[in-house]
């Protein structure tokens, strides 16, 4: 399905219902909005893991502008607080109030840019294996530490001079040591509808990637925050799911770390990461 967001067409899905049967009454259930990670990819990767929740929650995918099968519009529109507007225009259209929002790596920096710009519009917020602030030197010690120099190689690469050859080396050297030890769909990455264009924006020493930091704005954040985090993430190593933790207002923070789990914890723990979620959305 298609929407038109702040002048872009988006495409998203919805699984489940918002309202339920219930005895003699329609039980209203919430609805979770899921930002996937990237940048350039799409929704999918949340399918079907995430499905298990719609007893609970109403799941509703969005691709984000420029990325998956949404509009792929003005390079210049790339940006995080236009993501991040968009979120809230996005819910808006639909009539979605106080979203449950879960932001997935990169759509992690989205639902940071939504919940610090936009923090009466959202119920709550959960963060999965993201970043406040990209610490390169802090992820190149990592991919150093999982899979020897090489890989450090190949992630400096990436990130200082992106291009769509060391991309390409990076899909498959790096992103085995992503979740090394999880159980993979080898069809996974084939169902993803990418845009690279959208890649090569984001990265880079002088790019959007560079300027995004959201220490200081977490501070405004004013609804319940489930921060879950794994000690073996590669990419947003686990220093910066501490980081999002202890500039969120302490009252509102619920900080969970999974140890041998990589990026993406319900990839390697699915069992205790969707547990963790599920009560974090029923309370």
């Excluded at 790339?78 to 996005?90: A, Y």
Aim: overall charge negative; some cysteine.
């Amino acid at each position: 399905m298609f929407v038109t967001v702040n002048g872009a067409r988006m495409f998203f899905d919805v699984d489940g219902a918002a309202l339920e049967p219930d005895g003699t009454r329609m039980r209203q259930k919430p609805t979770l909005v899921l930002l996937h990670g990237g940048p350039g990819g799409d929704h999918s990767t949340f399918k079907p893991a995430f499905s298990h929740l719609r007893d609970i929650a109403q799941l509703v995918y969005l691709d984000h502008r420029g990325n998956g099968r949404s509009e792929r519009g003005d390079p210049e529109t790339w940006n995080l607080p236009q993501w991040g507007d968009d979120v809230r225009t996005f819910c808006e259209t639909l009539g979605i109030e106080r979203p449950i929002v879960l932001g997935y790596s990169f759509g992690g920096f989205v639902a940071q840019s939504y919940a610090t710009r936009h923090p009466d519009h959202i119920g709550k917020l959960i963060l999965l294996s993201t970043s406040p602030k990209i610490e390169r030197e802090e992820i190149y010690t990592t991919f150093e530490r999982l899979g020897g120099g090489y890989a450090r190689k190949v992630a400096e690469a990436r990130w200082q001079t992106p291009s769509l050859e060391s991309m390409e080396e990076y899909r498959t050297v790096c992103f085995p040591l992503y979740n090394p030890t999880a159980s993979k769909d080898c069809n996974a990455a084939l169902r993803v509808e990418r845009n690279p264009d959208v890649a090569l924006h984001f990265a880079g020493p002088d790019r959007e990637s560079s300027r995004l930091d959201f220490r200081h704005a977490l501070g405004a954040v004013t609804c319940p925050t489930l921060v879950l985090g794994g000690e073996d993430d590669p990419i947003t190593p686990i220093h910066r799911s501490e980081v999002i933790a202890a500039c969120l207002p302490a009252h509102l923070v619920q900080f969970e770390r999974f140890p041998q789990a990589g990026h993406g914890v319900h990839n390697d723990h699915p069992e205790r990461a969707f547990a963790v979620i599920r009560d974090f959305i029923l309370r």
